[in-house]
């Protein structure tokens, strides 16, 4: 499971910025589940007023992230997160590929039935 958040960030914010999302980081490493993950900033910035920047980390399954977002910690990085741009940041990792390795494909965790599964999300 990969979640990556992005957010809009003016130069004069980039210390503050970057300082709660090393701290938000240090929460989401804290829960079960999580594998590893990293901030950074796009190198290629095409609107002068905003960087890019991406948080995003590693897990072993979507529960073990749902679950972390309950953290109490987690929770204190809250205002953080709620700064990411609207757009999807939960994925499901299909393929992967080492370094001068065929790419290997992986099976999926979603549900076939899409109502089968908001039942049991909502249990």
Known sequence: MLVVYRF???EGETESFSRD????LAAL?????YVRGGLGRAVDDFDAEDSVWMLWTE???????RRSLSNFQV???TPLLS???PEASGFEVLAECGPGEAPRRT???READPESARREAAR
């Open 83 to 85: 700064r990411a741009l």
């Open 107 to 109: 099976g999926s965790d």
């Open 29 to 33: 490493a804290s829960c079960g589940g």
């Open 8 to 10: 809009a960030v003016t």
């Open 59 to 65: 897990w072993d399954d979507v529960g073990s992230y």
């Open 75 to 77: 929770k204190m990085a």
């Open 21 to 24: 999302a090393e701290d938000a």
